[in-house]
């Protein structure tokens, strides 16, 4: 079975640290232990990078991203809002009620807290990104 459910702010160390990036500016890095793939670190504040920071695989998705998109795993909306200025109709979700928050703040106009995976979310999209 699926696990649908979502994070609370204690238990949330990825919102966390981007709350703290966007907060302060201050952060190092986030090390991720996953069953389904290497440990990884990643730079906190590569999460807030702009289009110009993305890497080429990354920028050619974007540009290829049409209609209704959904961005699963905003994180800090770095793509949400890339999407946006390039006047394209963008909804972030995320399971992390502090990553909301800050791309609430930062700007993302079309945000919720919600797994991907949670029957309840039944939405239709044209393009569907899981970058990073």
């Known amino acids: 079975m699926i ?57 050619t998705a974007l540009e290829m991203a049409t209609g209704k998109i959904l961005d699963v795993g905003a994180g800090s909306g770095c793509h949400s809002l890339t999407l946006q200025e390039a006047g394209k109709e ?19 106009r079309s945000v919720s807290q919600t797994n991907l995976f949670n029957e309840q979310f039944a939405d239709e999209y044209d393009t569907i990104l899981m970058l990073m």
Do not use: C, W
């Not at 963008?90 to 993302?108: C, F, N, T, W, Y």
């Open 3 to 59: 696990n649908t459910a979502l994070l609370p702010a204690e238990k949330d160390p990825m919102g966390t640290a981007i709350a703290d990036y966007f907060k302060r500016h201050k952060a190092d890095r986030l090390r991720v232990f996953s069953s389904q793939f290497d440990e990884d670190e990643i730079p906190v504040e590569e999460l807030f990078r702009t289009e110009k920071q993305m890497p080429l695989l990354e920028r």
């Open 90 to 108: 963008v909804h972030a979700i995320d399971i992390s009620p502090l990553s909301v928050e800050v791309m609430k703040q930062r700007g993302v």
